[in-house]
């Protein structure tokens, strides 16, 4: 063991180093940390090493350049020059500090462990400017560009452990100090439950969520882990934000039910099965957005150029398992969503705002495809969905609904298995339905069990609302959808849809139905082959 003691000056310190005493201290704690490369095992009674062999290994004792503290490597690394990658000077050096190419000239994976990560089985050594591993520009958060500031993203504040370089950028120093280990990995603040994180990011509901703060102990893990969970700090930026891997297999690597690995934190739903049934929200596309060749782009009512992601329903951050309104589940706590104008919202205040994204008045609802159009207030009829119903007789629902109550789109929509993983992901019935709906002229009552999940069978199949229903249900065979819109009816009352190709004109062109009062009034139209004028109901 080598005692070193060097007894100078404070001044004399200050003069030749341009350090104080204390600023030494508080540098030779890299004595006790895995930087100390030269065997040093004990300091000055003043607690501050002055041996230069401790410091050689990233700073030179003659000043070879007139910029930066001494680094001993300053033009290295020109692997991590990534222009390419991000927005800069054609003759700008990334990054643009000494220190953090100093960091990177061990941190290659070679030496030392790598920045991005380097294959531990041999393999050549990924390099951000490397061909056809090059990544999209910008997806890498972390080192060189800081990015723009947001509500959930902002510099570090000045009283923060964290400082960007004098560029403006994140630098290896941002959150590493290279002297002290007092955190471990030589952080500035500590990683537990994410604080270092929580330095420059603020994430809606975070605490109160389920990944943030999990109310089960079992889930503990995850408010531990926290960001390190999903996130790779120092990936290669294959994936944006900094994911381990795209955001709907990382989703399904917990929510599957079961345990794939020891660390692995499994969810109590098994969500990857519910998506392997036929009909799905099809969030199994690869990272381009290319849907595989046998999935319908409409079979869940997207357009071809828009891949399906778990975060256009949820917000991993701030989803609980509290639903905060009656309207809107917890699980969809702070997502972004489209209005019933067409207009985006940055969170969304109900349900089918989310689902608006997609179905509703924008670019990806193709013609025929905008649902939203149907529950509009403004419709004769409607299904509750955005505003509580307009029809005030509405004799067959059963008794924990009345004509005010209003509809969300999974009370509808959904898995058809009650005890399965819930929520509009899969079904084994088409549209993604909880129970059976026939979207064709003729069927059974058997098959139009999600109509009878609020309305009472019998009273609809006897005709107490309507008094052909009989008729028209169990003498000729018809489903619901081959007169009703499960939607709503912008012209007709009663949820009609006379768009049917079996439903024609009269001779004379109308094509009309007609409410006289609730319950009662005449269609005039023709139907099987007969015709209707103003036939009286």
Request: with cysteine; proline share 6%; aromatic share 8%.
């Amino acid at each position: 063991m080598r005692l070193i003691k060097i007894f100078m000056s404070s001044l004399t310190m200050t003069l030749v180093f341009g350090q104080s005493t204390a600023d030494l201290g508080d540098k030779s704690k890299v004595a006790f940390t895995p930087h100390n490369f030269s065997g040093i095992e004990t300091v000055g009674g003043d607690g501050v090493v002055y041996d230069f062999t401790l410091c050689r290994q990233c700073h030179t004792p003659s000043k070879m350049a007139p910029i930066e503290p001494l680094w001993y490597r300053k033009e290295a690394v020109n692997v991590f020059e990534v222009k390419n990658l991000v927005q800069g000077q054609d003759d700008e050096v990334l990054p643009s500090d000494a220190a953090s190419r100093n960091c990177l000239f061990c941190h290659d994976g070679g030496i030392a462990p790598g920045f991005p990560h380097h294959s531990f089985n041999g393999d050549k050594q990924v390099a951000l400017n490397g061909g056809m591993e090059q990544s999209i520009p910008n997806q890498n958060l972390h080192l060189f560009k800081f990015q723009k500031q947001s509500a959930q993203t902002h510099p570090p504040e000045s009283e923060s452990q964290l400082r960007l370089n004098k560029y403006g950028q994140i630098s290896c120093t941002t959150c590493h100090d290279p002297h002290n280990n007092e955190y471990g990995n030589f952080l500035r603040v500590e990683a537990q439950n994410s604080q270092i994180c929580f330095e420059c990011h603020e994430m809606a509901n975070w605490e109160l969520s389920t990944h943030g703060n999990p109310a089960d102990p079992k889930f503990s893990g995850l408010g531990d882990n926290a960001c390190a969970t999903c996130h790779d700090i120092h990936s290669v930026p294959a994936e944006e934000s900094l994911l381990k891997t795209d955001q709907n297999t990382l989703c399904l690597t917990c929510h599957d039910g079961m345990k794939n690995s020891s660390e692995e934190i499994a969810a109590n739903a098994d969500l990857a099965s519910v998506f392997d049934k036929t009909f799905i929200h099809p969030i199994r596309v690869n990272a381009s957005g290319n849907r595989h060749t046998d999935m319908d782009a409409w079979s869940a009512g997207i357009a071809d150029d828009r891949a399906v992601a778990c975060s256009d329903c949820h917000n991993p951050h701030a989803t609980s398992d509290q639903s905060l309104s009656p309207f809107l589940d917890g699980s969809q706590l702070y997502v972004d969503g489209v209005d019933n104008r067409g207009f985006p919202k940055a969170f969304v205040d109900y349900e089918y705002e989310t689902c608006y994204k997609c179905h509703g008045m924008n670019q990806n609802a193709g013609l025929g495809r905008d649902v939203g159009r149907l529950f509009a207030r403004t419709n004769m009829s409607y299904h509750p969905v955005e505003a509580p119903g307009n029809n005030p007789y509405v004799p067959s629902l059963k008794t924990e609904w009345s004509e005010q109550s209003m509809l969300s789109c999974t009370d509808c929509h959904g898995n058809d298995d009650p005890l399965g993983a819930q929520g509009p992901h899969g079904s084994n019935v088409p549209h993604i339905l909880k129970a059976s709906f026939a979207d064709f002229p003729f069927s059974s009552v058997e098959e139009n069990k999600l109509c009878f999940r609020c309305h009472e069978e019998q009273r609809v199949v006897q005709s107490n609302g309507f008094k052909y229903h009989q008729l028209h249900i169990q003498d000729a065979g018809y489903s619901c959808s081959a007169c009703h819109n499960p939607h709503g009816s912008i012209e007709y009352p009663g949820l009609m849809d006379l768009s049917q190709g079996f439903i024609q004109p009269l001779n004379n062109g109308v094509l009309e139905i007609v409410q006289t009062e609730p319950g009662h009034g005449y269609c005039s139209l023709k139907c099987h082959d007969k015709a209707h004028p103003t036939q009286t109901y």
